[in-house]
């Protein structure tokens, strides 16, 4: 039997929009609720012609109905594209009613970040914080951790640009890739007390996203980068982070949802047993070389 997720969007700007548009179109994902912040013109209209797709028949309500429209609509997991004030508020709503939740706010302070773990203990509901939600960051801030850690003595920096109108900066994802950075320099052996991982947060233009890691040394420099070109790669990433937090209780954040961490060392065993393997057959070889030497 297929399973069929009952999902409600919180938040119908850029992104939030073009996650309709996707989950719209997926097989196993049921969209039954979309919600506007307090006074937005985008009450009462159908979401297809907010999205611009067509007639949905799901009318868009506002937060100040968020109870409502759980006990109305049923969800299973909620997506939340919101402000961090207004997510901190929902999540408290939405965990009580013991709905999931994927988080891609950014902007949280430390507090309202800790308030988020304990609202998934205390209630045992799921949540999923994902500032970083698509892939290929994640990919980013894994290659930057064990670069962190090879090159311990060349210097990290971070720049990420955005659209002008993103308010909050530096982005979360740029947040967590000097923290990833970190992590890799004190495992190294490097003095926590005296890493500074410097972050430039640029604002211009339509920009959808990027975010580039510098790494400097006496000689030579690394630079790598990610860039999103289109907010499909958001949803994408969304639409992962709800078929994982699916029926699981617990916090959560996006390296949980992808395992990259499990694909690295899987392809390292990969790598140790061709290597194993390619030894013997060279051993191998080798004694046969010697063998028919000696019967000359």
Known sequence: ????????????????????????????????????????????????????????????????????????????????????????????????????????????????????????RKYRNGIVYAPNITLGVNVLMLMSNLMANILSNYDFQVTEVH???????????????ANEIKKGLVS????????????NAVRAGGVVGKHEVMIVGEEDKIEISHESFSRKAFALGALRAVKFIYKKTGYFEMSDVLN???ALNDYLEKEKS?????????????????EEANQV
């Open 188 to 199: 190294s052996g490097s003095d926590s007390s005296e890493i500074d991982v410097p972050i």
């Open 260 to 262: 990259l961490r499990k």
């Open 1 to 120: 039997m297929r399973i069929m997720i009952r999902v409600c969007i919180v938040g119908l700007g850029r992104t939030g929009k073009e996650i309709a548009r996707v989950f719209l179109e997926q097989d196993d994902i049921k969209v039954v609720a979309a919600v506007c912040s307090a006074g937005s013109p985008k009450k009462g209209k159908d979401l297809g012609e907010v999205i611009g797709c067509g007639k949905t028949g799901i009318l868009i309500d506002s937060c100040d109905n968020l109870q409502q429209i759980v006990f109305r609509t049923r969800p299973d997991v909620v997506v939340d594209f919101s402000n961090p004030e207004a997510t901190i508020k929902n999540a408290k709503l939405f965990a009580k009613m013991k709905v999931n939740i994927v988080i891609g706010t950014t902007g949280f302070s430390k507090i309202s970040m800790m308030k988020l773990f304990v609202l998934s």
């Open 274 to 290: 061709i290597s194993k393997n390619r030894m013997m057959h060279y051993m191998d070889g080798k004694k046969g070389v010697h």
């Open 163 to 177: 659209h002008k109108h993103k308010k909050d900066a530096p982005s979360g994802t740029a947040i967590k890739l």
